[in-house]
């Protein structure tokens, strides 16, 4: 199972190459002594760095509606068509407003599969394996990661945009002949062709009881068959504190800078001011990123969802404490040995404390919070709320950064991460080893509902 899910998943790469795209590339499009075709201002970069929310804007909730409507697969292989879009653009032009509409048209696909990817694992994966799984998903964002700022460090920033459309364009041809989602299938009603196909057995291991998983699936899709508009789903108390712990949480994900630092890889280097060469810094970071993936990978079934966002919150929140207080410290021109490696350590540390849990956790919980009558919408409308913060802290960054001082921005971050333990305690539910049927009774919060679960989870 996990080397077909694996397969399922490929599509973060791409998702992970848009977002750090402009680490390796804007501070070569921002030095006047470079080769490239464009030479852009703090202020240009700022808007090309902080586009890609824009695309996302426009396409995540879309995504989730289709997605229900056409099934994710199709969904995802649309999604290859934008990309290809970028990497023309980025070959052809020499206007920094085109430019933007490019970056635009990356976003729009990483919205969709920023979507579209946590709807598929959650309904092709068992309980026991779904946050394995899903930590696949975070693991093959920093594939995609890692590959553009080591290309990117080598090579010029136009050939680096074919390699990301190349690749696109084969993870939309993989996914070709991929089967549909059971789920989906089951939806329309067209069981026939989920076991003719063997949808569900595609990701199960061999022997899998398939159709008693049909049936399962068949059960929770008709115990509420009508489909729900968003004032209809609000009426619903599940629908209201699934909707309360994610959009939350999706908010929380950006306010731990993680985005500042995949965009601005090389710029936070630069502003350290360090001997150390800031494009190899920012290859260690993406090592460690990808390294810390794959731990999380092993261990995220160890312990429950909200210890490892307390863990995460608290650790993210003490280095970027760490890297402000050592630019406020170069300011006044202190030093001490050992000083010029803090930034690296601070970030390195930061991004292991990421990779366990602020990374994968939202895109697993997004995932089983949600009924699937309405769960296109809801991860619509939250990846919405991410990519709006996203934008914002994107788009400020840089101006902060120059205007106030590299420590502001990062002192903000810090204090407001490491306070998300709070919300973290009361608003987000413990999802580990439950299944999305035993989630929706327990969210709903009556004691019916809550005895009806115990009953569900000691038969199941």
């Not at 070959?91 to 509409?101: A, K, N």
């Not at 199960?204 to 115990?223: C, M, S, T, V």
């Not at 990808?290 to 919150?313: D, M, N, P, Q, T």
């Amino acid at each position: 199972m996990l080397n077909s899910s694996f397969i399922v998943c490929l599509g973060p790469i791409s998702l992970g190459a848009s977002l750090s795209w402009t680490a390796p590339v804007l501070p070569h499009m921002q030095d006047l002594n470079s080769t490239s075709t464009l030479h852009l201002t703090i202020s240009e970069g700022s808007w090309v760095g902080s586009m890609v929310a824009i695309g996302v804007l426009v396409a995540a909730l879309p995504s989730g509606c289709l997605a229900d409507r056409f099934g994710v697969k199709k969904v995802t292989i649309g999604l290859v068509l934008p990309v290809l879009l970028f990497t023309v653009i980025v070959i052809f032009t020499g206007d920094v407003y085109v430019l933007c509409v490019g970056r635009l048209l990356a976003g729009m696909a990483s919205g969709g599969i920023s979507v579209v990817g946590p709807m598929y694992i959650s309904e092709i994966s068992e309980v026991s394996l779904r946050g394995t799984l899903g930590s696949f998903f975070e693991f093959l964002v920093f594939v995609g990661i890692l590959m553009v700022v080591t290309c990117g460090s080598f090579v010029h920033y136009k050939t680096l945009t074919v390699i990301m459309g190349i690749i696109a364009l084969i993870l939309g041809i993989i996914f070709i002949f991929l089967p549909e989602s059971p789920t989906y299938l089951m939806k329309c009603n067209r069981r026939d062709k989920a076991e003719n196909e063997k949808a569900l057995c595609f990701f199960r291991a061999p022997g899998y009881n398939f159709k008693e998983a049909l049936d399962q699936i068949h059960e929770g899709l008709h115990q509420e068959r009508k489909k729900l508009s968003i004032m209809n789903a609000l009426k619903s108390r599940a629908v209201r504190r699934g909707f309360v712990a994610a959009v939350g949480l999706s908010i929380i994900q950006q306010l731990s800078g993680i985005d500042c630092v995949l965009f601005y890889t090389v710029q936070v280097f630069q502003a350290a001011g360090t001997n150390l060469d800031p494009y190899m810094c920012s290859i260690v970071v993406a090592l460690v990123q990808l390294i810390s993936s794959v731990i999380a990978v092993f261990i995220i079934e160890k312990a429950g969802r909200k210890v490892f966002l307390y863990i995460s919150c608290l650790g993210t929140g003490s280095c970027l404490g760490v890297l402000a207080i050592y630019y406020h410290l170069k300011i006044y021109n202190i030093d001490f040995p050992g000083m010029n490696v803090v930034p690296l350590v601070s970030i390195v540390v930061y991004s292991f404390m990421f990779a366990v849990g602020l990374g994968p956790m939202p895109y697993m919980i997004y995932g089983e919070l949600f009924a699937p009558e309405v769960k296109g919408l809801a991860i619509g409308i939250t990846t919405t709320t991410n990519w709006t913060c996203l934008f914002i802290i994107t788009k400020t960054l840089p101006v902060m950064m120059s205007d106030m001082g590299p420590h502001v921005p990062f002192y903000m971050y810090s204090a407001m991460v490491m306070t998300s333990v709070i919300y973290v305690k009361f608003f987000i539910p413990e999802t580990k080893g439950k299944s999305l049927q035993e989630i929706q009774l327990e969210l709903s919060g009556s004691k019916r509902a809550m005895e009806e679960a115990e009953r569900y989870r000691h038969f199941s």
